[in-house]
Structures are given as C-alpha cells and as structure tokens.
C-alpha cells in the first residue's frame, strides 16, 4: 500500500482558502484592542445590579464598542416575557427611552424578524425606515444589534448599540463580546444589596458644584460649554474635571459619568449625602 502525501491530497487553492478562513482577524494583533478585550471578559463575572452593569459596559465597552446608547432586550425568566432597559450617555427625549424599553414596539418585531434567520450582528441605518426616525432625530445614525437566540425566532436577549457608526473590525468584537455581554446581564438582573453597587474606591463623594459638572458632562458638553452654562472659568472646570475623576476612581469623562449615574441611582439624595 502507498502513502499519498497529505499536501498531494488537497488542491493549492482549497489549501489556501482553508488558512485563510482559519487565520484570526487582523484587530487581534493589536495588543491594545487584546488587552481591552480580554479586560472586558474577566471583568464581566463583576455586575451584580444593573447600577453596576452599567459601569461596567461604559468603562469596559465603550473603548471596543462606542456607543452613546445601549438596550438590553431579554426574557426574564429564560423563555418567560420579553422586557427592554436602556442605559444611555447622551441625554433622550422620554418618548424615545419608552418607545426603546417597550418588546412589543414596531421597531424590535422588526429587528427581531431580521436578526433571527442568521442570527448574525446587523449593523442598520437608522434612516431606512420611520421606525428608526426617532433615534434619528437625535443624532445616532446607525444602529448594532445582536443576541443569544433562544427556541425558534424568539431570542433570549437582543442587545442594540445607537451610534455613528462602526467599522468592521468593532462589528466582528461585538459577536464575539455578546455572550459574554448576555452573561453580565443575566447576573446583573439578578439582583443584589443595592449598596454594593458603589464601589469601594470611589472615595468621598462629590460636591453639589461638581455634580453640575457631571450634569455638563452627561449632556456632551466640552468644558468651554459647562464654564459658559455655570458662569465659571475654563480653568475652574477642568480642575473640577480632574477632581471628579480622582475621586470616583474613573479613568475618564465617559466613566466618570456612568459611576456617578449609578451612584446616584443607588442612593436617596446624592447631594444630600455630600
């Protein structure tokens, strides 16, 4: 019996197609993005309200993920009824934040019949249909959405991303976070003392002038906008910036305000309390 060599077996062309699909995307050769990546799966197993959910999806998503508004469909229990909670940066008009948070709107039965045959991410314009128009009328232009299927075409959780857009390369991380992203949202609704919600580093809490500088910073404000809106210098506000920073441990402005959010959630008068 002779032996035929494995490469004499299998064409140069199906031999090259097959390394090139195997070969991981180009972005996991940034150290970077990988370090943010793997940063955002070990912390995931932290959220245990969604007050802390939230932080952690502003601090550890939005560097792979920008976004300024996220949903998070899911049934509650696993297969029971469907319901939506909106975490979002940029200030919305109340209608939009019921419209997002209701599952029986036009706008997630059009979703959900679009993402279920592939069950892939779908990135959508928010200019190709009315339903999309209030989303639009605030400025997110593109939508990304993906999930957890569950049996049939119902998913077990759908979760949409509003923005300006994203590349490819954010797209691919999206479908691979969103496991992981439907786990942090499955603990996180889990419930939980709501004081543990506040982290231990986020040291003394901030003053009532410094919670207007947070308000500004929420609304996307730059700090020339908070100093014309608080009659204050310039100066006055970056220092404050970098105050507010410092004693709620954040890394920047986007997560500075996601902990205060949360911090105020979890207690009776934020103000009051400093």
């Known amino acids: 019996m002779s032996l035929i060599p494995l490469s004499a ?3 140069p062309e199906r031999s090259s197609n097959d390394r090139s699909e195997a070969m991981p995307p ?4 940034d ?5 943010r990546l793997l940063e955002s799966l070990w912390s995931a197993r ?3 309200t969604p007050a802390q959910f939230f932080v952690w999806s502003q601090s550890r998503l939005q560097p792979l993920l920008p976004h300024q508004l996220l949903v998070c ?3 509650s229990p696993p297969g029971g009824r469907l319901s939506a909670q909106m975490f979002n940066l940029k200030a919305v008009p109340p209608t939009l934040q019921a419209q997002m948070e209701s599952p029986e709107h036009g706008l997630w039965l059009h979703l959900m019949r679009r993402w279920a045959p592939g069950r892939r991410a779908l990135v959508v314009g928010t200019d190709e249909s009315g339903l999309f128009f209030p989303l639009l009328d605030v400025g997110l232009r593109t939508v990304l959405v993906h999930g957890v299927g569950a049996e049939g075409d119902r998913p077990d959780s ?3 991303l509003a923005g300006e857009g994203w590349s490819t390369e954010q797209v691919q991380q999206f479908e691979l976070l969103t496991p992981t992203l439907h786990g942090a949202w499955r603990r996180s609704r889990g419930g939980g003392p709501r004081g543990q919600a506040v982290t231990a580093r986020s040291g003394a809490l901030v003053t009532p002038r410094e919670q207007q500088i947070v308000e500004g910073l929420r609304a996307g404000l730059s700090n020339e906008g908070i100093a014309v809106q608080l009659g204050i210098s310039m100066f006055t506000v970056k220092n404050h910036v970098r105050k507010i920073l410092r ?3 954040a890394s920047n402005r986007a997560q500075a305000v996601a902990i205060a959010m949360a911090r105020r959630d979890l207690s009776e008068s934020w103000a009051s309390e400093g």
Request: hydrophobic share 50%; glycine share 4%.
């Open 247 to 249: 004693k709620l441990g």
């Open 158 to 160: 759908l979760f949409l």
């Open 26 to 29: 180009e972005w996991l050769q």
């Open 73 to 75: 469909l899911s049934a």
């Open 31 to 35: 150290r970077l993005l990988v370090e």
């Open 46 to 48: 932290q959220p245990s």
């Open 9 to 11: 077996e299998i064409s």
